[in-house]
Structures are given as C-alpha cells and as structure tokens.
C-alpha cells in the first residue's frame, strides 16, 4: 500500500497537523490521482470538529479535489494516465438500491460512501483531499475541462454541484427569477451559475458589504436582509430561491418572497430545526424543499457548463500550513470566497 503525505485532524479541539497516511492498492477499476488542489469546505471543519457526529483519528478531510491520473486499473476504461479530474463529496455507492439504479447515486438508500469520515466498501475509513494522493474507483472521478483554470476548479466538485443541482432540478432559464440567499462558498457559485442559466438574479445578504463582488459576479439586485423594507419590496417575487445559510433564519419571511408555484430550497443545513408555518405554504401554493449535491451525470454536467460559460470559483490559493488559519478566517466569514490549497506544499 503506497503511503502518501497528508494534511490531518487528530482531535476534534486540537489543529490539523502533517501526518502520513496510507492509500489502498490500485485495484483493476481504480484510478490513481495525484493531487494538485483541494478547496477547504466547511463541512470539512464540522466533521472534523466532531460537530456532525463522533469521527476516528487521525482524519484525512476535503471533498474539493482536483488532480492528474498517474495510474489506472486494468480494467479502467473511463480514464487515462495524465488526464486531468476531479473528486467531489462521494467516492461509491451501492450500486443497487432505486436512487443508485436511478442515476442519483448522492441518494443511496444505503448510504453513499463518502469521500472522507465514511466506512469504505473494505471496511477502513476513508480518508479525503488535503493529501497528494487519492485511488479512487473509476466510475466516481470526472473530467475537468482544459478550460476551467485547474488552480480554481476544486471548489466546483462540492460548492458548484451543490448549487448547479437545484438550479438545474427546478428548470431555471431565461424568464425565471432566482435569489441566492447568503454570499459565502456556495452562495457565489450560485449566483455566477443561476446568471449563466439566463435567470434573473437577486442576492439576500445580511449586509450589504459584498454588493459590489455580487453585481460583478453576475447578480442582477442585491438586498440587505436587515433592512425589514427588503422583505415588504420582494413579497411574491422569486421562482426559486437557493438558501445557502447555514445558520437559523426566519423561514416564513424568506416564503413570503416566493411567487406561484415558488420553492424555497436549502442546501445549507442550521443544526437547529427551523418552524415552517404551514400558512406560509398555502399562499401561491409554494414549497419547501432541500437538496443535497449532486449525481455523478450531473457534476460532470455541471464542469461542463461551468468551462463552456467560463465560470470559475473565486478563489484564495494557500499552502498547506495554513490550513488552521484558513479555517478560522472560514469561521468568521473572512474569504472571498473559497480557499483552496496547494497540494505542492505537501510534497
Ligand atoms: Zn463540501
Ligand atoms: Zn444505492
């Protein structure tokens, strides 16, 4: 088993430190990638915090990752040595179950295994990007388009699917009117995504610091949501709405905004539950709804929109090092808007 050097959590309080870890042996459907960058997520800090459940150390996270094959099985078909990928949150599935069958493998009714923190089909817990290499099965790696800068491209196999699979679920195009709620990792991508699409887009911040970046990025509005006037002056305005937060917000007020047939959709998760009033519904006979990622047809989709539309993540590029800063700068929303890290500075 090759052992490579990695980027690693040992505690759930302490910070992430260099370690070695080992990778499985290239099996006849594996693919070896060599690592050349990995977005930080803030699922990544969750998981290692233990704040979605206990987790075994040392633990490997990153489900951002983009690199070059340097090996493949013999049996590898989809793939070939120097091509450049891309891994997201999910690394197999059961193959199955009616979600897999389905073609929407990211809702395995089994369980789909994920790229870090989750038990592997051989039983070891995987082990994620902040590492310069990954073996992964061939059918769960993508092809990143030579025309998505590859320093950038990382943050599209978690914030750009995340955000392209609603959008695309619920059909947005030119004519629908779509806000963005929240202007952080996946709220950016979203906007950059929903104004390709041909939609109208409004951003819903809390303030209106990152305006200019919203408007430049593709938004067509930008509204504080402090401001109680915004929420008078958009009432039944929005087909879709992306809720990108990740903290409580008043849910019946964000509703409100939705015109006939509209759909709240929330692909941020607050820990705590959030009080749907069922009125809030009746009204233009709206809906609520969540959405998590993306099949693997789709994030292949999504990487080929995202180069044939130039879209690319905003991103801040940083050495491994750094990881534990990045992190707290993650926590006090202090990026613009995802960092990615070198995976050189781990070599
Ligand atoms: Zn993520
Ligand atoms: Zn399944």
């Known amino acids: 088993m090759p052992t490579v050097n990695a980027f690693a959590a040992t505690s759930a309080s302490g910070p992430l430190s260099r370690t070695t870890i080992e990778r499985r042996d290239v099996g006849t459907k594996d693919v070896l990638i060599e690592i ?26 990153g489900h951002e990752i ?16 120097g091509d450049r990928v891309g891994v997201g949150c999910m690394v197999n599935s059961c193959r199955e179950c009616e979600n897999c069958i389905a073609g929407e493998e990211q809702y ?30 061939e059918d ?22 995340t955000t392209y699979s609603p959008l695309a679920h619920w059909k947005v195009g030119p004519g629908s009117r779509v806000a963005v709620v929240g202007m952080g990792g996946l709220g950016h991508m979203a906007v950059k995504i929903a104004h390709a699409m041909g939609a109208e ?19 067509d509005h930008y509204y ?7 929420f008078d002056k958009l009432k ?18 964000y509703l409100s905004l939705l015109r006939l047939d509209g759909t709240l959709v929330s692909v941020g998760a607050p820990p705590e539950p959030l009080p749907v009033q069922v009125f809030s519904l009746f009204g233009n006979r709206r809906s609520f709804a969540g959405s998590g990622i993306g099949s693997i047809r789709e994030t292949q989709e999504m990487l080929d929109f995202c180069a044939e539309h130039g879209i690319a993540p905003e991103t801040e590029l940083v050495a491994a090092d750094y990881i534990n800063e990045a992190y707290e700068r993650v926590l006090a929303s202090d990026v613009r808007y995802r960092f990615v890290i070198d995976a050189a500075t781990l070599a």
């Open 140 to 161: 769960f790696v993508l092809r990143v388009p030579e025309a998505i800068p590859f320093e950038k491209a990382a943050p599209l196999l978690c914030a750009g699917i």
């Open 236 to 253: 039944n305005t929005f087909d879709l709405i992306v809720n990108s937060v990740s903290a409580k917000i008043d849910i019946n007020a």
């Open 108 to 137: 395995c009714l089994n369980g789909n295994t994920g790229t870090y923190a989750s038990v592997d089909r051989d039983g070891t817990i995987t082990q994620g990007g902040y590492s310069t290499h990954i073996v992964v099965v």
């Open 36 to 61: 050349a960058y990995s977005g930080i997520c803030h699922s990544d800090i969750h998981t290692v915090r233990g704040e979605w459940g206990d987790i075994t150390y040392p633990q490997v996270v």
């Open 66 to 81: 983009v690199g070059t094959v340097t090996e493949v099985g013999s049996e590898v078909t989809l793939h070939k040595v």
């Open 224 to 230: 504080a949501t402090s401001d109680p006037a915004t």
């Open 201 to 219: 887009v409004t951003v819903l911040s809390q303030s209106l610091s990152k305006q200019e970046d919203g408007l430049r990025l593709g938004a």
